[in-house]
């Protein structure tokens, strides 16, 4: 399977901003998800945009999902120094089988 | 969410030896997922693991190598085998539940 794409790869911000994270993929979906990771740790399961679905929220996280052109975007609001983490999106074919493709991930540093 | 543990968290082993990872889900499941994950990059999908059943193994992974076992709805193995340097990777299990996809802390294994 082709992994999608993160951008941008690094991203750094000031504590209090809004971190924006852009994610493309190639093949039809399911589901994407996104995910966050701590220095190397297990991954976190954020949440769940289904494809027939424009936007989600979730506390401070806002995604949206625009199957026209492969794309989806993370919104964190008012960030935080533990918001500090990698981010990955992940897609499930329109297969149902659950695997799961990842992006490159982006790494966000929050300045506090 | 699903609740997954993962043994050992991390391990140090010599070149030619194997090492089997465990993964526990906290409920029954049908799939379980083997993932890789290898320094600073995104997670690779090597297998999917369902009970009663030999896995499936993706492109550029063999049983072999990545031997896996799925005894029952909430257990499975990773077995690492003959192993080198390049297998130095952090090795991540994750089951799936209403289309969300969780995942365990992962092994952090280093191959000298």
């Known amino acids: 399977s082709q992994q999608g794409e993160e951008d941008p790869q690094a991203l750094s911000i000031q504590e209090g901003e809004n971190a924006t994270m852009n994610c493309s993929y190639k093949t039809s979906i399911n589901n994407l998800q996104w995910y966050r990771q701590n220095s190397g740790r297990g991954l976190v399961h954020l949440i769940l945009i289904r494809s027939n679905e424009r936007e989600k929220h979730s506390g401070r996280l806002r995604v949206t999902l625009d199957t026209s052109k492969k794309s989806s975007s993370l919104l964190i609001t008012a960030s935080r120094a533990a918001d500090t983490a990698s981010y990955f999106c992940?897609?499930?074919?329109?297969?149902?089988?659950?695997?799961?493709?990842f992006g490159t991930g982006t790494r966000l540093t929050i300045i506090p | 969410s699903a609740v997954i543990s993962q043994k050992p968290s991390r391990d140090i082993c010599q070149r030619g030896t194997s090492l089997t990872i465990q993964c526990q889900v906290d409920s029954q499941v049908t799939m379980m997922f083997w993932y890789r994950q290898q320094p600073g990059q995104s997670l690779t999908l090597i297998a999917t693991a369902n009970q009663g059943s030999e896995a499936t193994y993706e492109s550029g992974f063999v049983i072999d190598k990545f031997p896996i076992s799925r005894p029952n709805l909430t257990f499975s193995t990773l077995t690492v085998s003959n192993m080198s340097p390049e297998d130095s990777s952090i090795y991540l299990c994750?089951?799936?539940?209403?289309?969300?996809?969780?995942f365990g802390p992962g092994t952090r294994l280093t191959v000298l």
């Open positions: 994750s089951a799936a539940r209403d289309n969300e996809q969780f």
């Open positions: 992940a897609t499930d074919s329109s297969f149902g089988n659950e695997k799961l493709t």
